[in-house]
C-alpha cells in the first residue's frame, strides 16, 4: 500500500484543481479497500477482494506454469481445449504483473517530482499510477470471479427425459439432421499459417463434407436433383406452390454469423469465424448445382464485417455475389471499423415495412419497430449458417440465435445505428446473466421463437446449418480432443438445434440453466408451455409448431427416436470419416448387378481396399463386424450414384481404436427404395 501513502504526504502543496482531482480518485480507489472508519486511511484489502486477489495469483502462477510446460515443447497444443482457458489467463496474469510494477514504477517517480516540487508533472506521474493500478485490480477481480464461476458452473441437463420428442417434424425426411465428420479437413499435418488457409482447412474436404451432407439430407444421389427436391418441397410447404424449383431471379440471404470478424483483416486465430472452405463449397453448390446466379445470391450479418479471408477467398471465384455487412461510420469508441477497402461489400439497409412482433411486448421493448434489412425482405428464400458454441447469456447460440444479426431497434443503441439485439436480452436468458438479467424459467416466453417463426426469418429459411470447424475441440471418440471438424445440416429448425445442443453439452459446453426453453416453446409454438400467442407479423395468425425437439438416448450412441424406429422425433444420419471414392468410368459401365468385391489386400496389417458397385442410386450400409456378430466399424451410411467405388479401413473401430488381430466380416446393404440387397464377406487382419 505505500503508493497510497502520496495521499497523506503532500495534501497542501496540491493546487485546488489538483486536490479535487485526487479526491476523487482517492474516493475511486478507496472502494477497492478496507477504510478505517476514523481516520479514512486504507489499512487493507477487503476480505473478499483479497480473497479473490490470492485466488488470481494462484490461478494466474497455474495457468503460466501449464501453458510453459505444455505448449512451449509442442506448440500444436496450444489449441488444446485446456489451453484455450489457460492461454487467456496466463497472458492477463502476466499483464496484471507488468501493470503493478508499472505502477509502481510511476508511483516512485511521481514521490521523487513532488519532492522536487515539479507538482504538475508529478501529478499526472501520481494520477496514471493510481489508473493503472486500479485497472489492474479490478482486473484481477473480475478474472478471479469469472475462474470462479468456470470452477463451480454444473453442467446443464434437461427437464425432459430421453427420446420424448414434442412437437411436428419438418423436411422431405422429418425431422432429420444430418451430422458429417471428417478428420481430414483441418491441418493435414501443418500448424503453420492461419487456420483458415487452405494448408489448414482443406477445401476440397469442405466441398466433399457439404455435398454428402446435402445427398443425405434430401436422400437424393444427384446433387442437381437433391437441391430441385429442397426447392419443390419448400415452395409447395412455405409459398403453396405445387411442384415448383428454383426460378431465376428468386434471391437467397445467406445469414452467416460475424460476431468475432470485428475487422477485414484478420491478425488473431480467433476460430469462431466463418469458415472460408465451407462458405466456398455452399456457394460452389448453389451456383453449379442449383444453378442460381450468383447476383440472386447475398451473404449478410447486419452488425460486423465480412473478413477479408472469406470475402476475398470467395468473390475471386464468385465476384458476382453480394456481401452485405454492418455499417462501420459509427462505432463510438467501442470497434475501430473494418478497415479502408470494402471491394464490393455494402452496408445494409433497413426495412421499415417489414418489422417484428413480440409475443411479450412488456418485456421486449420497441416491438412492431423493430426492422429487419432490405437483404431478408427482397429474399424469397434464407439459409442460416451457424457457428455453434456455449454462451454466457442464452446457453447456446446456434442457428436461432444467429438472427441476434438481423435486426435494428429504433431507440436503444443508436452506436451501432440501431442494429444491436440487446434490447432482446432479458426474454432469452438461460443462465443468471446480471442482477438486472435474470435466468428465465422453463416454460417461460422466449423472444428466440418470434425469431424463428417470423415469415421473413425462420419462415424462409430452406436450409439450417452449423459449421463446428475449430471452435469445439471435443475430447470424446471420434474427436479425441481435436477439432470438432463437423457440418450439421436440416430442413428442421428446432430439430438441428436440438441435436447441436446435445453434442455441446455431452462435451461439457453447456452450463446449468435453462437452455433448451426456447425449444419447447418453439416445438409447441402453437400452444406453449408459457401460453404466450406468437404472432411476430402480428396478423392475428399465431406461429405452430416450427419442428420438433427431444434429447438423445445417450452420448455415444447419439440415437433419437426415428433411429430407434419408434416415435415421431429427431433422425441423425451420423457420416464419420466418409470417404468412398468414385472408380471413373463411362456410362457403358455402369454395373448391371449390384457387387461386393473382395477386399486387397487380405490378409492386411496396416490397411486394405474394399470395392463395390450400384446398378442404380441407392442408400448403403458399409459395416464391419467381429465373429462374435458385434458391429465394430461403420464405414458408409450415405447414399450414392450408380457406378463403382472402393473404400479403405485402417483396422480401427469407431471410437478409433485399433482392432486385435483376427477375422472380421464386412457387409453391405443397399436400399433403392424398391428392393433392399445386401452381402458380406470375410477378411482377416494381422497385426
Not at 451432407?213 to 426447392?231: E, H
Not at 465451407?278 to 442460381?292: E, T
Not at 445470391?297 to 472469406?310: A, K, M, R, S, W
Not at 463411362?586 to 449390384?594: C, W
Amino acid at each position: 500500500m505505500q503508493m497510497f501513502a502520496t495521499f497523506k504526504a503532500y495534501p497542501r502543496k496540491y493546487s485546488k484543481y489538483n486536490c479535487a482531482m485526487f479526491s476523487k480518485i482517492r474516493q475511486l480507489v478507496k472502494k477497492q479497500f478496507k477504510v478505517c472508519p476514523h481516520t479514512g486511511r486504507i489499512i487493507g484489502l477487503e476480505m473478499t477482494k483479497r480473497k479473490a486477489l490470492w485466488l488470481w495469483i494462484i490461478i494466474g502462477l497455474a495457468a503460466v506454469i501449464w501453458v510453459l510446460v505444455r505448449v512451449v515443447p509442442k506448440p500444436s497444443r496450444a489449441d488444446y481445449p485446456c489451453q484455450k482457458v489457460a492461454r487467456p489467463i496466463a497472458a492477463g496474469f502476466i499483464a496484471w504483473i507488468i501493470g503493478l510494477a508499472g505502477s509502481t514504477l510511476i508511483m516512485r517517480r511521481a514521490r521523487s517530482l513532488f519532492q522536487n516540487k515539479q507538482y504538475m508533472v508529478g501529478a499526472i506521474c501520481f494520477a496514471v499510477a493510481i489508473v493503472l493500478y486500479f485497472v489492474t485490480l479490478s482486473d484481477t477481480r473480475d478474472v478471479a470471479a469469472s475462474a470462479l464461476d468456470k470452477l463451480n458452473t454444473t453442467a446443464f441437463v434437461p427437464t425432459d427425459a430421453a427420446n420424448t420428442p414434442v412437437g411436428i417434424a419438418r423436411g422431405i425426411h422429418p425431422g432429420r439432421v444430418v451430422w458429417i465428420y471428417d478428420s481430414k479437413l483441418c491441418d493435414q499435418g501443418s500448424t503453420s499459417g492461419w487456420w483458415w488457409e487452405d494448408e489448414r482447412t482443406d477445401p476440397e474436404v469442405a466441398r466433399h463434407m457439404m455435398t454428402h451432407a446435402l445427398l443425405n439430407l434430401t436422400g437424393i444421389a444427384d446433387q442437381v436433383a437433391a437441391w430441385d427436391s429442397l426447392f419443390r418441397y419448400f415452395n409447395k410447404t412455405r409459398y403453396g406452390q405445387s411442384d415448383t424449383g428454383y426460378q431465376a431471379g428468386d434471391k437467397i440471404a445467406i445469414k452467416v454469423n460475424n460476431i468475432f470478424s470485428r475487422s477485414y483483416e484478420w491478425t488473431s486465430s480467433q476460430d469462431n469465424r466463418p469458415c472460408p472452405q465451407m462458405v466456398h463449397a455452399l456457394l460452389w453448390q448453389l451456383v453449379n448445382k442449383a444453378g442460381v446466379p450468383e447476383e440472386d445470391i447475398t451473404l449478410y450479418d447486419c452488425i460486423f464485417y465480412h473478413g477479408d479471408p472469406v470475402y476475398l477467398y470467395c468473390h475471386a471465384d464468385f465476384p458476382g455475389v453480394r456481401w452485405a455487412e454492418g455499417d462501420a461510420t459509427d462505432r463510438s469508441g467501442y470497434e475501430s471499423g473494418p478497415g479502408s477497402n470494402p471491394g464490393t461489400r455494402e452496408k445494409v439497409v433497413r426495412d421499415p415495412n417489414c418489422v417484428v412482433h413480440y409475443g411479450d411486448p412488456g418485456l421486449v421493448p420497441g416491438s412492431g419497430t423493430v426492422c429487419l434489412p432490405t437483404v431478408v425482405s427482397e429474399a424469397k428464400y434464407l439459409i442460416n449458417v451457424a457457428l455453434p458454441r456455449s454462451h454466457e447469456l442464452a446457453g447456446v447460440t446456434l442457428c436461432a440465435k444467429n438472427h441476434f444479426g438481423s435486426v435494428w431497434h429504433p431507440t436503444v443503441f443508436q452506436y451501432y445505428h440501431g442494429w444491436h439485439p440487446e434490447f432482446m436480452h432479458k426474454s432469452v436468458a438461460a443462465l443468471d446473466f446480471t442482477a438486472e438479467i435474470p435466468m428465465r424459467p422453463m416454460g417461460s416466453y422466449n423472444a428466440l421463437v418470434d425469431l424463428m417463426g417470423h415469415k421473413d426469418l425462420g419462415g424462409k429459411t430452406l436450409l439450417f446449418m452449423a459449421e463446428c470447424i475449430r471452435n469445439n475441440y471435443w475430447s470424446a471418440p471420434p474427436f479425441n480432443d481435436g477439432p470438432a471438424s463437423s457440418l450439421f445440416m436440416s430442413q428442421d429448425g428446432v430439430a438441428i438445434e436440438s441435436v447441436l445442443l446435445d453434442f455441446l453439452r455431452s462435451h461439457g459446453n453447456v452450463a446449468s440453466g435453462t437452455a433448451d426453453n426456447y425449444l419447447h416453446e418453439a416445438a409447441q409454438a402453437g400452444n406453449p408451455p408459457s401460453g404466450t400467442i406468437y404472432d411476430p407479423e402480428n396478423d392475428g395468425i399465431a406461429l405452430e409448431s416450427l419442428g420438433v425437439h427431444e434429447h438423445w438416448n445417450n452420448s455415444t450412441d447419439k440415437q433419437y427416436s426415428r433411429n430407434l424406429g419408434s416415435g415421431e422425433g429427431i433422425e441423425l444420419v451420423q457420416l464419420i470419416d466418409y470417404h468412398p471414392t468414385f472408380i471413373e468410368q463411362s456410362e457403358i459401365d455402369i454395373p448391371e448387378n449390384f457387387t461386393l468385391s473382395d477386399n486387397y489386400p487380405n490378409p492386411f496389417n496396416t490397411s486394405t481396399t474394399i470395392s463395390y458397385s450400384l446398378k442404380v442410386s441407392a442408400k448403403i450400409m458399409l459395416n464391419i463386424y467381429n465373429l462374435k456378430g458385434e458391429k465394430v466399424r461403420t464405414l458408409i451410411n450415405g447414399y450414392q450414384p450408380a457406378g463403382a467405388f472402393e473404400i479403405s479401413w485402417n483396422g480401427y473401430n469407431d471410437n478409433n481404436k485399433r482392432l486385435a488381430s483376427g477375422t472380421y466380416i464386412y457387409r453391405i446393404e443397399i436400399n433403392t427404395g424398391r428392393e433392399t440387397v445386401s452381402q458380406s464377406r470375410q477378411m482377416v487382419l494381422l497385426r
